[in-house]
């Protein structure tokens, strides 16, 4: 089983530690950056130019010796150039403005200058390779193909290349070349080469895209490349490929268990790497079915639906369906890849869902946060996260033509330029520099380490490519409005009858978090009255229980009605308990929203809960018939969002003529766009989306 720790982004491992990490003194002298030191002039210039700008990567890159006489670890032409580049995993800004490259963790042996994990690290290097590889299939810079070779061939001397670990990958380096297996604190698998991993899928993300790339150019080191991929292929055939088609059960729920290290959003990784190469090499048979099972895979973990949590998102976990994040969800991006190179439409579909349905609700409720789990608990937003869902958008109005989705990608990279909970731009095109993170209450990490500056500079890239995206973006410098998902805690309750107030030890139950970080043990006979927001919209109503215990006393439902005036409109009922195998799961508590089938209207001022057997009441998710999102700047846009299977009329929120355009649930334009006032009334379509813009 994987632990947690691996899988949490450097970034917002940084942000939640307060960035301790970034703050280590540096072996090196502090580097002085020229992008932090733009001056006016420059920024204005930079303002009429593309929005890629790739000066502060450039900085974090650094030479490192490929060390001869390693057992297992050679590279590309190793005893020619004894050197290549890696970036420096975080960088922290300093009073004057510049910038400090570090490594991960305290410093070890001050005399060799060692830190506890490393200077560079597989996960930043693979990435930055597909940056540059991009960047120079883009933009056609020199430059960036000298900088994609080198990052190349310093993560293949990161792979094993021979004995029983042979195709998987080591993670951590110091600044001298020595490899660091075995970092603190530990990270499974460890050694980092022991078994698959996040790493070992983007080693293959950045081959993939590496061959693609150098196969004209250089066709014996695109050679090179693809014989790397196959090491990492026979690597993943041994491991989780090799477990296709078997699947497991998490807390009742079937499952594939063949995704890396039981991720979607490591497999979607591999994913984007194995669709650049089959696209150039279509014959080669064994990437071709590699890809083609770990795209299926990834559409299974597909769950929920319209006013169903988690509303069509690809979770990206295999142990948990209650557990969703925005980092390494590049699922949506990976699938449409896929698709297009396979030619299967059922996996473009499972990606335009969660695009279309899943991705608009998540930005009428404030944007990609680190963790819904279920409710929103970790606000925290990074780069990462915001260009996982750009590219996916991107990519499925590209490949499907729904242009609804490139509407929402403009609304998603608003981020970048100040629509977030800070209101400040997390990036500066004149610079390249970007933040590490905006937290829930909208501090802001100023830091800009390599995993930030990678996934920004992605997007910038995505962002160019698409320049009607781009100044739409860039036209959105604040938000108005985020009106969706909101929650009452269970213990804010009115209650009466045997009802009393958990604490856990932990309120993260290993796959999900007790919202609040506490829950209340209902009896039979109880009830709980949530008071509801004042001045709320009409709500779909999805109380959260730990439907997981098997106890024959926990057997029962709850049924809920809703305080209007003085009638109690009856609600629905949920389970207390779905009895069900909890398998891979790594807790029996399964915290999985139900939703009522009666929504609530907006006079109600209250929701009472009536037990009958035994249930562990956590929290009541509220969700708007009709989700808003308002940005505004130099032009204004208004998202409204369906969370019902019927149409729905919605009164818009501006001050004057606005362009209405409608979109179905694919995210395809529903009719023709029209001129309205801006308090009229429109029909928002079933489990759709329309916006209202103005420039």
């Known amino acids: 089983m994987r632990n947690r720790v691996q899988t949490m982004p450097r970034a917002a491992a940084a942000l939640a530690l307060g960035a301790s990490l970034a703050l280590t003194a540096a072996v090196l002298p502090a580097h002085a950056t020229a992008v932090a030191a733009a001056s006016a002039g420059e920024r204005a210039a930079a303002s009429t130019s593309k929005l890629t700008n790739l000066a502060h990567l450039d900085f974090l890159l650094d030479e490192v010796p490929l060390l001869p006489g390693v057992a297992g670890h050679t590279t590309y032409r190793a005893a020619e150039e004894p050197v290549a580049r890696a970036p420096w995993v975080y960088a922290d800004r300093q009073s004057d403005g510049t910038f400090r490259r570090v490594g991960g963790g305290p410093i070890t042996d001050p005399a060799r200058g060692w830190y506890a994990q490393g200077a560079y690290d597989a996960d930043d290097i693979s990435r930055a390779a597909v940056v540059y590889l991009r960047d120079w299939k883009q933009n056609g810079t020199a430059s960036s193909r000298t900088t994609a070779y080198q990052l190349l061939r310093s993560l293949t001397y990161l792979q094993t290349s021979d004995g029983p670990n042979a195709g998987n990958v080591v993670l951590w380096q110091q600044h001298d070349g020595t490899l660091n297996p075995s970092a603190i604190p530990k990270e499974l698998p460890d050694p980092s080469d022991s078994a698959e991993s996040f790493w070992l899928a983007r080693t293959v993300w950045a081959l993939g895209e590496g061959y693609a790339g150098f196969r004209s150019a250089d066709p014996g080191f695109a050679t090179f490349l693809r014989d790397r991929l196959h090491l990492a292929l026979s690597a993943l055939e041994r491991q989780s490929l090799g477990q296709y088609p078997k699947t497991e059960v998490a807390n009742g729920v079937t499952v594939p268990g063949w995704l890396i290290v039981g991720s979607a959003g490591a497999t979607a990784e591999a994913v984007l790497g194995l669709s650049a190469y089959a696209a150039v090499e279509p014959g080669d048979t064994e ?47 990976a699938l449409t890849a896929a698709s297009g190179v396979l030619g299967d439409a059922s996996v473009q579909r499972a990606a335009t869902t969660d695009l279309a349905q899943f991705t608009a609700q998540l930005l009428a409720t404030g944007g990609p946060d680190n963790g819904w789990t279920p409710t929103p608990a970790d606000r925290t937003q990074i780069a990462y996260g915001v260009d996982s869902r750009l590219e996916g958008l991107v990519a499925a109005a590209d490949a499907t033509g729904a242009t609804g989705l490139a509407a929402l990608a403009g609304a998603q990279a608003a981020w970048y330029f100040g629509a977030n909970r800070a209101g400040v731009p997390a990036y500066d095109p004149a610079t390249g520099v970007c933040v590490d993170g905006i937290a829930g209450d909208g501090t802001v990490n100023r830091n800009c380490g390599a995993e930030s500056v990678i996934h920004t500079e992605l997007s910038m890239l995505a962002l160019d490519a698409h320049p009607a995206i781009a100044r739409a973006a860039t036209s959105f410098t604040r938000t108005t409005a985020a009106s969706g998902l909101s929650v009452v805690e269970a ?41 509801l927001p004042a001045g709320h919209p009409a709500l779909r109503v999805l109380p959260i229980a730990d439907l997981g215990p098997e106890d024959p006393t926990d057997a029962g439902t709850t049924s809920w009605t809703a305080t209007v005036g003085r009638v109690a409109l009856p609600l629905g009922g949920t389970d207390n308990v779905r009895p069900a195998e909890q398998g891979i799961a790594p807790s029996p508590v399964f915290l999985l929203p139900q939703t009522l089938p009666v ?49 729905v009329s919605q009164r818009l ?30 029909i928002v379509p079933p489990g759709g989306f329309v916006t209202a813009s103005t420039r």
């Open 287 to 333: 990437a071709r079915t590699a890809l083609a099972h770990y795209a299926a895979g990834i559409a299974e973990l597909q769950s929920g639906g319209v006013g169903q949590w988690p509303f069509g998102a690809l979770l990206p976990e295999a142990n948990s369906p209650t557990f969703w994040h925005a980092w390494a969800g590049m699922e949506p991006a």
């Open 653 to 682: 929120d501006a001050t004057g003529p606005v362009t209405v355009t409608s979109y179905d649930s694919t995210g395809r334009q529903f009719g023709q766009p029209q001129t309205r006032g801006g308090h009229s009334i429109v």
């Open 599 to 647: 929504a609530v209207p907006a006079q109600a001022t209250a929701v009472t809960a009536r037990v009958s057997g035994t249930a562990r009441l956590d929290a009541v998710l509220l969700q708007p018939i009709v989700s808003h999102l308002g940005l505004a700047g130099s032009s204004a846009l208004d998202v409204y969002v369906n969370s019902t299977d019927l149409p």
């Open 491 to 531: 213990e804010s309750g009115t209650t009466t009858g045997p009802v009393t107030t958990v604490t856990p030890p932990s309120a993260w139950t290993g796959s999900a978090n007790w919202s609040g970080g506490a829950y209340l043990q209902a009896g039979d006979g109880s009830s709980v009255t949530l008071q």
